[in-house]
């Protein structure tokens, strides 16, 4: 077992982001040193240090009365020894949401399970070479169709808020910095939207948030046609339907995890809004 004396635990800052990367890449996760500062910069976080060296992470990110848990690494050679329990429990006393939410890896469910997580659904990784859908139309001349700005951010974050049940405005503040984010629009109120950024190996395409799939295709097709011949991820939920039908645009199923939630689940009317893709396993 490991002691206080092995390690400290202490407040994740921006200097210890360049071993929190050291981590991410060697357990040969896709995030850049920018895709950690953004989660940071909406997080609170903990890292464990041995002689100078991260050699653990945990994020937890507030969205109103729900929070995420995130970017739970702990060194291989660390493992077994209880700090993933205690980086956990550390991470979560930082906040006090109503509801907690994470995506777990196989390995990491059995911890969860005992920390009272219950899972709620399947999150399918895909991802590889955009292909052009046949059919898609250019942005342009689609009436309905175009790109928020900073100032549909509130518009976007009720609609957001109606699929996922988080307050997720800063978020979509950041994205709408970051990247580009496609809508449809209905008498000049916003009805679905798509969000398209840099990560990893490429681009990511989420959160997706759509009343029904064809307006999620709609808006994924845009983003394919845009995106052609380079490197695109999506995170969906199994239940979606839409794993087909980006495999058959050139995205493969290639991994994903457990989506887990710990706390008094809010209920949505049939009929609202619905998640396609995630903005990010760590963000929901």
Known sequence: MLTDDTFTIQPMEPRHLAGALQLSQAEKWPHR???????LTLSKGIVAVENGDVVATA?????GDTATINMIIVDGRMR????GR???TNVMSLLHPREWRLVATREGLPLYEK??????????????????????TELCDDGDLGIACEYDVTMLAKLDEAATGMDRTRLIGELVKLGRII????NRAITAYASVRAFG????AGPVIARNTDQARRLLSHILAESA???LRVDTGATTGLAPWLAERGLIHVGGGIAMRLGPTQNRSAGSYQTFALAAQALG
Not at 80 to 83: A, D, F, T, V, W
Not at 115 to 136: S, Y
Not at 183 to 186: D, N, S, T
């Open 33 to 39: 040193a920018e895709d950690w500062k953004l989660f």
């Open 59 to 63: 994020l937890a990110t507030p969205f």
């Open 80 to 83: 077994g020894k209880g700090l």
């Open 86 to 88: 205690k980086m956990m």
């Open 115 to 136: 920390l009272g997580f219950r899972a709620v659904g399947e999150i399918l990784q895909l991802q590889g070479t955009a292909l052009v859908p046949t059919g898609t």
């Open 183 to 186: 809508v449809i629009r209905e």
């Open 201 to 204: 190996f490429g681009e990511v």
């Open 229 to 231: 011949g380079r490197f």
